[in-house]
């Protein structure tokens, strides 16, 4: 069973054997640590968007409303679609969607079971950095011994109207054109608002936004058993404790949650562990919990 933290799976409804989804980009409060809210772009009331989880050989609807004031799109990043459905109007013969209107994504699953997301490809500087993205998850129906499979997106964002080293209750804007950012997040939140993890896990890794973040565990040493999607095999594996996630990767990683404690899962560029650069720790980062 997925697990997405601080956020929800999108459901579906079966229709003459689709499964189909509905998804509205919409403006979005996201409150990243308690009373601390942006303004910030998503689907269905979330960002990240809902977790789209789904099997190899399904045919799945995505009818997508735009609820902006500009026209939008969906991407499906890593997944092998018909070109007109890929999302990228620009370039390929994909619809656009206008603010007021829809557009039915329709394909089946031919990828293997893996992790990748999706993500507007229209304005993308500004309205991907604005947050419109989310997991899309290719399951595994056969039982692969993980007690707990969890997707984290990690994202990053520049608050304004912050004083640097400051942290007060609000709603705040945010600058989707900045290259600075003093706000981290997994899933859409901030340590100490993150939610802890436990057990034998395997967690999915994506990464939305502009900077790469080496994601680092203490107390564990984990198995890179997937990238972009595709597994590894077992033979070619390799055991860290560090992997760095670019901007459009995807990594999965699995160990046992084995030794007594409480430990950091997080970002280890030391910019990326605070909230506004104030000195309690806290961004890009959650815990993993063994008792």
């Known amino acids: 069973m997925i697990i997405s933290p601080d956020l929800p799976i999108l459901p579906y409804v079966m229709r003459n054997g689709v499964k189909y989804f509905e998804l509205i980009?919409?403006?979005?409060?996201?409150?990243?640590?308690?009373?601390?809210?942006?303004?910030?772009?998503?689907?269905?009331?979330?960002?990240?968007?809902?977790?789209?989880?789904?099997f190899p050989g399904d045919y799945v609807q995505i009818r997508v409303y735009n609820g902006l004031p500009q026209n939008t799109s969906i991407h499906w990043h890593g997944l092998d679609i018909p070109n007109n459905m890929d999302g990228v109007p620009e370039i390929e013969p994909s619809s656009v969607i206008k603010p007021g209107e829809y557009f039915d994504y329709r394909f089946i699953i031919v990828n293997p079971p893996g992790t990748?997301?999706?993500?507007?490809?229209?304005?993308?500087?500004?309205?991907?950095?604005?947050?419109?993205?989310?997991?899309?998850?290719?399951?595994?129906?056969r039982n692969d011994g993980i007690n707990r499979d969890y997707f984290i997106l990690l994202q990053e964002f520049m608050v304004k109207d912050l004083p640097k080293g400051t942290i007060a209750p609000g709603v705040y804007d945010i600058d989707p054109l900045s290259m600075d950012f003093n706000f981290f997040t997994m899933n859409g939140r901030c340590f100490p608002y993150t939610t802890p993890l436990e057990d034998n896990v395997r967690i999915r890794l994506t990464n939305s936004s502009v900077q790469a973040h080496p994601i680092h565990i203490h107390g564990h040493q984990f198995a890179i058993t997937a990238s972009d999607g595709n597994m590894i095999p077992l033979d070619r594996r390799i055991f860290k404790n560090?992997?760095?996630?670019s901007s459009g990767e995807t990594w999965d990683v699995e160990f046992s949650a084995n030794n007594p404690g409480i430990w950091p899962f997080h970002c280890h560029i030391p910019h990326h562990m605070a909230n506004n650069f104030t000195k309690s720790i806290g961004g890009m980062l959650t815990t993993i919990a063994y008792k």
């Open 25 to 54: 980009a919409q403006p979005v409060q996201r409150e990243i640590l308690p009373n601390l809210h942006i303004n910030c772009w998503g689907y269905n009331g979330t960002m990240p968007g809902p977790t789209i989880a789904v």
């Open 116 to 141: 990748h997301m999706y993500h507007t490809h229209v304005d993308t500087a500004r309205q991907e950095m604005l947050g419109l993205a989310g997991g899309f998850l290719i399951l595994d129906p």
């Open 242 to 245: 560090t992997v760095l996630v």
